[in-house]
């Protein structure tokens, strides 16, 4: 099983560029989520799914988008890149509102 | 708002030493998750454990055992026999089951990274 895979797993950018991080799952899980991990701060939700169609605003939404189309695939994209979104980025999955998350490898991504 | 504090940024014992992570949680809620999660060097992160609310049992599972106390907020993590491979940071996390229904995820604390020296 794959579980949750997301590329790339690095990326650098330039101020103002945008892109989109991948994120898929192959759990059939309706639940999906994407953190922000910075030193010392720990994991901050960002926006996050409860299945195809519904998305919401996480803690730290502010300068990234996400839309989901089908059960399997929740991008995140960064509208406008800048510095102080260099961080490690991870997307997780499960399935129901209190079960387990399973994460992806994260992407690491600076930003200059 | 819910909140998870996990005091010790940073310890190292020696290796077969015994260690407790400690972990203080705030909530309105009187049902709601928590959660403990690994995260190697390597950068992945690993689930070790969830309870409820409602069930104050403590757990083993090997050397790892957990203490859930509702009367002080705490949901403490213990190693015994501290190994090498245990280095890691180790962050607690918290699930409301509120009107949202916990949709939206965990709120984690920021971490404590545990260093065993050999």
């Known amino acids: 099983n794959a579980g949750v895979t997301q590329t790339p797993k690095f990326q650098v950018l330039k101020t103002g560029q945008s892109m989109t991080l991948q994120c898929a799952q192959d759990?059939?899980?309706?639940?999906m989520s994407w953190y922000r991990q910075d030193p010392g701060m720990g994991l901050r939700l960002i926006h996050y799914s409860v299945g195809a169609g519904i998305t919401d605003q996480g803690e730290v939404p502010n300068g990234y988008n996400v839309s989901r189309s089908t059960t399997e695939d929740f991008p995140l994209r960064l509208l406008s890149a800048a510095p102080s979104q260099t961080s490690v980025y991870f997307c997780?999955?499960?399935?129901?509102?209190?079960?387990?998350?399973?994460f992806g490898d994260g992407t690491r991504l600076s930003i200059l | 708002a819910q909140k998870v504090t996990q005091a010790q940024t940073e310890i190292s014992v020696v290796e077969k030493e015994d260690v407790t992570l400690d972990c203080v949680y705030e909530t309105r809620d009187t049902t709601y998750y928590l959660f403990w999660y690994k995260q190697p060097p390597s950068g992945e992160l690993v689930f070790l454990i969830r309870?409820?609310?409602?069930?104050?049992q403590n757990e083993i599972s090997g050397r790892y055992s957990w203490n859930f106390q509702k009367s002080t907020s705490s949901f403490n993590f213990t190693i015994t026999a501290s190994q090498v491979v245990d280095s890691a940071v180790y962050f607690c996390a918290l699930s409301e089951a509120r009107t949202g229904g916990g949709a939206d995820g965990l709120t984690f604390g920021k971490g404590t990274h545990l260093i065993i020296q050999p």
């Open positions: 997780a999955s499960r399935s129901g509102a209190h079960q387990p998350q399973h």
């Open positions: 309870r409820n609310s409602f069930d104050e």
């Open positions: 759990m059939n899980h309706e639940y």
